[in-house]
């Protein structure tokens, strides 16, 4: 499960990375004792619809309840993710406007955007970890290739022959080139600006495989239009119980997911981080909200602000390792 694996990480780093002024060291602003005493924003840096404004909506509802006071959902979408996380780095530190981050602008884009306004590790305190989805490797039925194993196979069999579509700099992509490294494949990268056409042409045949959101690609594989060799998640996912892990297919220790968490402006006073916290760590305990989270394909987390913050340094290093070795930019 995602979380075993989110205690293990903390584990293993804490000896060797020290908190940054994100886990609070800096300052904090005064503290409002009627907290909250009006609407709180989530600010989610993608277009409505997706799937991290559909978590966001998730969330908002049950927390407004709990905090009696009206939770608004704000997308600031483009630069992916950096414009709606510089909105929130440069708000106050008052609890009122918070950041439903993602693997891309909290952990990817400081080592794949050459300068970005805003420092993920300085400029936040971490809340809670909400959720994760991990990736399903996909490939059209005409390929030839019935698991995992023979997906690499004969990948190696035609070096640079067989190719995938993912966004350059996601997470989709990252992933992808980790496998590559892992498996010492080489599958060609055909770049797309957004995750929905690259599903498209994987269905139609124009492009042969991808490491794809559940969210986006579940329904096609049901449907048969495409096929599920594998997840990328360290367990097998409910909906694909048949579809083994990549770790179960040979390659051990591989893991990717994009990862969804609640981030606040450095500098928020500990005791509404720690408010938020409690209020979010119920919500996501409650049955009706995991069961909403997981019907639309979102693996339930939780997890303390500090262990987010380790976290967040974990996947900073794994991530940015990937980048600098391949050489991806942001375009």
Same mark, same amino acid.
Do not use: C
């Given at each position: ?6 205690? &293990? ?20 602003? /005064?503290?409002? /004792?009627?907290?909250?005493?009006? &609407?709180?924003? =989530?600010?989610?840096?993608? &277009?409505?619809?997706? $799937? ?21 959902? *704000? ?21 009122? %406007? ?14 794949? @955007?050459?300068?970005?306004? @805003? ?7 971490? =809340?809670?970890?909400?959720?994760? &989805? ?8 005409? +390929? $030839? ?18 190719? @995938? ?21 080489? =599958?060609?990268? =055909? ?5 929905? $056409?690259? !599903?498209?042409?994987? +269905? ?7 490491? /794809? ?28 119980? *048949?579809?083994? %892990? ?13 990862? @969804?968490?609640?981030?606040?402006? /450095?500098?928020?006073?500990?005791? +509404? ?7 979010? !760590? ?14 639309? *394909? ?6 303390? $602000? ?10 900073? +290093? ?8 391949k050489g991806i930019r942001a375009e």
């Amino acid at each position: 499960m995602f979380a075993r694996r989110l205690m &293990a990480l903390i584990a293993a780093i804490s000896t060797l990375l020290p908190l940054t002024s994100a886990l609070g060291q800096s300052a904090p602003a /005064a503290v409002d /004792a009627n907290y909250p005493s009006r &609407a709180l924003k =989530i600010v989610v840096p993608l &277009a409505a619809g997706g $799937p991290t404004d559909i978590l966001a909506r998730i969330v908002a509802q049950p927390l407004s309840e709990r905090v009696g006071q009206p939770v608004i959902i *704000d997308n600031r979408p483009g630069a992916g993710g950096n414009i709606g996380a510089e909105l929130v780095a440069k708000s106050s530190a008052d609890g009122y %406007t918070l950041f439903m981050g993602t693997s891309g602008p909290l952990s990817i884009n400081s080592s794949l @955007y050459e300068k970005l306004s @805003y420092d993920p590790l300085r400029d936040f305190v971490p =809340i809670i970890l909400v959720a994760s &989805a991990p990736f399903v490797v996909a490939i059209n039925p005409s +390929i $030839p290739a019935k698991s995992f194993k023979d997906l690499i196979a004969l990948a190696r069999q035609k070096p640079g022959k067989l190719n @995938y579509g993912s966004v350059p700099g996601s997470a989709s992509h990252l992933a992808t080139e980790l496998f590559k490294n892992m498996a010492g494949v080489d =599958i060609l990268h =055909i770049p797309y600006k957004g995750a929905a $056409p690259a !599903t498209n042409d994987l +269905i139609s045949g124009e492009i042969e495989l991808s490491f /794809a959101s559940t969210p986006g690609v579940l329904p096609h594989i049901k449907a048969g239009r495409l096929r599920a060799l594998a997840v990328t998640s360290p367990k097998r996912l409910a909906q694909l119980p *048949d579809v083994p %892990t990549i770790a179960e297919s040979g390659l051990t220790g591989y893991e990717a997911s994009v990862w @969804y968490g609640l981030v606040a402006p /450095a500098n928020t006073p500990r005791e +509404i981080v720690m408010r938020l916290n409690r209020e979010s !760590t119920q919500i996501i305990q409650e049955r009706g909200t995991r069961e909403r989270m997981m019907s639309s *394909d979102f693996d339930p987390v939780g997890s303390t $602000p500090e262990q987010f913050g380790k976290f967040i340094q974990s996947e900073t +290093i794994k991530w940015g390792g990937i980048v600098k070795s391949k050489g991806i930019r942001a375009e």
